[in-house]
């Protein structure tokens, strides 16, 4: 960075700019060095120009790559170009229209970063964080910077008891200078591995949210005209749906009434629950129009259809000390009848779907 640049720099960002002192360089080790090949001078440009390089790296994270140029890029790849031919040679419509179409997809999935946006809400939270609360006190930041340094790759994990812990972790941390550029913190490691965004598998697992990876799930499925992928989506969006109540401990069971869910329910489910005997038409009807008792239903249904035999085996076990655990007072229900049918749904669904052998 020029000296001009820097100037204007604090002039205007000067809350923004953090100020590193390194430790000192033993110029006696580079002096009487065994294998010395080249003058001292030469040696410590070279020391200095790789130790603020890492600093860098370390402080503002990797250089994103141009945003249009990715697409670019990614629209002259082999997959891509041999999936616009296969839509060309199914559809009947010319090359330039199908390219046309890729880019949008493209334009539509490749994250669009702006840090001058970042700095505004940070400013905004700022604003936040002092209303609400009596400041903020961070510690073992330094702690991080070290890691970070030594070369370590670091993902933040908050509680996720509300909404705020995502948006002070990634304020806090961006204050520190310890997001590592700008992307999120969490994946700052992944990031910093794959510059070029040329990601493996569970590399972009691990990059994507619940939510995101499910929607990008949906956008596949509208992309091939895959009907059954669709259908998972919105059986996934119910599985998220009780996870984030599960994670914000929300109460589960607030409301057993039936009534109008927001989603329809899925037919895979409703075919899977008219299978269970002991579940009369009536009582399915009334307990999937609840969307508790549907996100439940959901959620054991998915776990049934996707989930390994042992690790089936090993959740039937502690579906039925569930079970158990849901009836060990029912006395203290006696009388209303919608927790007692509740529960005997639940219980239903349990038995016909995680039995366990003895």
């Known amino acids: 960075m020029t000296a001009f640049k820097k100037f204007f720099r604090l002039m205007f960002f000067g809350y923004d700019n953090m100020t590193v002192c390194s430790g000192p360089i033993q110029l006696k080790r580079l002096?009487?060095?065994?294998?010395?090949?080249?003058?001292?001078?030469t040696i410590l440009a070279r020391a200095c120009r790789l130790h603020f390089e890492r600093r860098y790296k370390d402080i503002i994270g990797p250089r994103l790559p141009n945003r249009a140029a990715l697409i670019n890029e990614l629209l002259e790849s082999p997959n891509i170009e041999a999936a616009i031919n296969e839509v060309m040679r199914e559809t009947g419509k010319n090359h330039t229209e199908i390219k046309n179409?890729?880019?949008?997809?493209?334009?539509?999935?490749?994250?669009?970063?702006?840090?001058?946006?970042?700095?505004?809400?940070?400013?905004?939270?700022?604003l936040v964080w002092n209303k609400l609360y009596q400041g903020l006190s961070v510690h073992g930041a330094e702690r991080v910077r070290e890691l970070i340094h030594s070369g370590h790759e670091i993902v933040y994990?908050?509680?996720?008891?509300?909404?705020?812990?995502y948006l002070l972790t990634s304020y806090v941390f961006t204050k520190e200078e310890i997001e590592r550029g700008e992307s999120s913190p969490y994946v700052a490691g992944i990031l910093a591995k794959y510059p070029a965004f040329d990601f493996p598998v569970w590399a972009f697992l691990e990059l994507v949210p619940f939510g995101t990876f499910i929607y990008f799930y949906k956008f596949c499925g509208n992309r091939f005209k895959k009907r059954p992928m669709v259908d998972?989506?919105?059986?996934?969006?119910?599985v998220k749906s009780l996870r984030n109540a599960c994670a914000h401990n929300n109460c589960i069971l607030n409301d057993m009434n039936?009534?109008?869910?927001?989603?329809?329910?899925?037919?895979?489910?409703?075919?899977?629950?008219?299978?269970?005997?002991?579940?009369?038409?009536?009582?399915?009807?009334?307990?999937?129009?609840?969307?508790?008792?549907?996100?439940?239903?959901?959620?054991?249904?998915?776990?049934?259809?996707?989930?390994?035999?042992?690790?089936?085996?090993?959740?039937?076990?502690?579906?039925?000390?569930?079970?158990?655990?849901?009836?060990?007072?029912?006395?203290?229900?006696?009388?209303?009848?919608?927790v007692i049918s509740?529960?005997?749904?639940?219980?239903?669904?349990?038995?016909a779907w995680f039995c366990v052998e003895n």
């Open 31 to 41: 002096i009487t060095h065994p294998n010395k090949q080249h003058d001292t001078s």
């Open 101 to 126: 179409q890729a880019y949008q997809m493209l334009d539509e999935i490749v994250s669009n970063i702006s840090y001058h946006l970042i700095r505004c809400l940070g400013a905004i939270l700022h």
């Open 157 to 165: 994990i908050p509680c996720h008891r509300s909404h705020m812990d």
């Open 232 to 238: 998972m989506f919105y059986l996934l969006q119910s």
């Open 258 to 338: 039936s009534g109008k869910p927001m989603y329809e329910v899925r037919h895979g489910l409703r075919d899977e629950i008219a299978q269970i005997d002991s579940i009369g038409k009536g009582q399915r009807k009334s307990k999937l129009s609840n969307d508790r008792f549907q996100q439940i239903a959901t959620t054991l249904y998915m776990h049934k259809v996707l989930a390994s035999a042992g690790v089936h085996d090993n959740r039937a076990k502690s579906l039925q000390e569930f079970k158990l655990r849901m009836f060990k007072h029912a006395d203290y229900y006696e009388g209303n009848f919608q």
């Open 342 to 351: 509740g529960f005997e749904f639940l219980q239903k669904l349990i038995d």
